[in-house]
T-cell receptor, first 113, second 112 residues
Framework: DAGVTQSPTHLIKTRGQHVTLRCSPISGHKSVSWYQQVLGQGPQFIFQ???????GRGNFPDRFSARQFPNYSSELNVNALLLGDSALYLCASSLSGPSGTQYFGPGTRLLVL | AQSVTQLDSHVSVSEGTPVLLRCNYS??????LFWYVQHPNKGLQLLLKYTSAATLVKGINGFEAEFKKSETSFHLTKPSAHMSDAAEYFCVSSNTGNQFYFGTGTSLTVIP
């Protein structure tokens, strides 16, 4: 079975632009979470979606938004990009709901210039 | 608030010697605890998890961790380090809600 997939793998944007990152969970998984991992740090929780509803939000500004589609794939949107948004964005899916074991995708590396 | 503290940012061991990566958690109740490994340019991989069953948890690649409530610790160990174990290791806690809390990571170097 395929694992969690994310696209694109790498992305370069300039300040003020917006970006959309995509994630496909493992087949059968209904929960998707998004994390931001700045170089040299541990991942920070951004959002969690379960059954297409937002179930959790981390301490990120409103420039960050997400949604989950009927097929359980998800998008993370970031508006008005700042240099500090440069990071590896990780998507994770879980089978047994929000508190289940999470399986991570390879991430999307975003560079904001 | 819930969090985990990884006590060492860097650990170096010689190949064939034991590995100890330390993690303390803070929570008002027993959380679910995990160890993940991240190899360079690869995704996070689950090593093991504790979910209030046995306090000694065995994971993949010979790793294990012991949950000690009295010490609020969940240290990761391996009897004999291999070169392929060199990576970044994250201790993670999860409450019954919907968030995973990552530690700051421990970089493991294995010296040949």
């Amino acid at each position: 079975d395929a694992g969690v997939t994310q696209s694109p793998t790498h992305l370069i944007k300039t300040r003020g632009q917006h970006v959309t990152l995509r994630c496909s969970p493992i087949s059968g998984h209904k929960s998707v979470s998004w994390y931001q991992q700045v170089l040299g740090q541990g991942p920070q929780f951004i959002f969690q979606y379960y059954e297409k509803e937002e179930r959790g939000r981390g301490n990120f500004p409103d420039r960050f938004s997400a949604r989950q589609f009927p097929n359980y794939s998800s998008e993370l949107n970031v508006n008005a990009l700042l240099l500090g948004d440069s990071a590896l964005y990780l998507c994770a899916s879980s089978l047994s709901g929000p508190s289940g074991t999470q399986y991570f995708g390879p991430g999307t590396r975003l560079l904001v210039l | 608030a819930q969090s985990v503290t990884q006590l060492d940012s860097h650990v170096s061991v010689s190949e064939g010697t034991p590995v100890l990566l330390r993690c303390n958690y803070s929570s008002s109740y027993s959380p679910s605890l995990f160890w993940y490994v991240q190899h360079p340019n690869k995704g996070l991989q689950l090593l093991l998890k504790y979910t209030s069953a046995a306090t000694l948890v065995k994971g993949i690649n010979g790793f294990e961790a012991e949950f000690k409530k009295s010490e609020t610790s969940f240290h990761l160990t391996k009897p004999s380090a291999h070169m392929s174990d060199a990576a970044e290791y994250f201790c993670v806690s999860s409450n019954t809600g919907n968030q995973f809390y990552f530690g700051t990571g421990t970089s493991l170097t294995v010296i040949p």
